[in-house]
């Protein structure tokens, strides 16, 4: 599990990161799906870098302002990309 920025996960997911409005309806609807091209994604037999080979894996919580979301599930598309499933983390009560 890793838990990354909304900065950090942009980095990973290509040239066209979420944007502010895909970010503000997901809090509102406290869940998304993330789609990824497969450029975002090292495929087999391609050379590994440092880091992961997928852009975000279950269990993952990417930081959105002071919210958060927890990577629910992923899926494989047909051209090699992955949808993620990304469910808004409840608030905890203080104190």
Known sequence: ?????????????GPRPPSDAFWRRAIDRGAAA????????VGEGEE??????EPL??????DVGDRAFVVVGAERTESGGRIYRIELVADRDEG
């Open 48 to 53: 590994e870098t440092d880091g992961p080979t």
């Open 34 to 41: 993330l789609a990824v091209g497969a450029d975002a994604v």
């Open 1 to 13: 599990m890793r838990r990354l920025t909304r900065s950090e996960l942009a980095s990973r997911v």
């Open 57 to 62: 894996d279950t269990g993952d919580i990417v």
